[in-house]
């Protein structure tokens, strides 16, 4: 049985492709991200298994990528900010 209002919170395809709101499609970086994937896989068996075989592991390919990319958005946005107080 559903509580009052829970229905409301499902969204229906329609208003979904209406949504001229791409952002919900594109993946965000948050910057505990980083922190949550390793201390989560650090902390797990799988560390040893993702990072052991890294050649032949999508998953460890994956988190590597993302990993990057993170560390990528962060570099820029420090410059980003390091400029606009410079000026």
Same mark, same amino acid.
């Given at each position: 049985?559903?509580?009052?209002?829970?229905?409301?919170?499902?969204?229906?395809?329609?208003?979904?492709?209406?949504?001229?709101?791409? $952002?919900?499609?594109?993946?965000?970086?948050?910057? #505990?991200?980083?922190? !949550?994937?390793?201390?989560? &896989?650090?902390? $797990?068996?799988?560390?040893?298994?993702?990072?052991? #075989?890294?050649?032949? !592991?999508?998953?460890?390919? &994956?988190?590597? $990528?993302?990993?990057?990319?993170?560390?990528?958005?962060?570099?820029?946005? !420090?410059?980003?900010?390091?400029?606009?107080?410079?000026?």
């Amino acid at each position: 049985m559903r509580a009052a209002g829970e229905q409301e919170a499902v969204r229906s395809p329609e208003k979904v492709q209406q949504s001229s709101d791409y $952002s919900l499609l594109q993946p965000t970086l948050n910057k #505990n991200d980083l922190s !949550n994937t390793i201390n989560f &896989l650090s902390g $797990s068996c799988m560390w040893n298994e993702i990072m052991g #075989n890294f050649e032949n !592991n999508p998953e460890a390919k &994956l988190v590597m $990528s993302y990993l990057e990319l993170s560390m990528e958005e962060a570099s820029y946005k !420090n410059g980003r900010i390091k400029q606009q107080r410079e000026q």
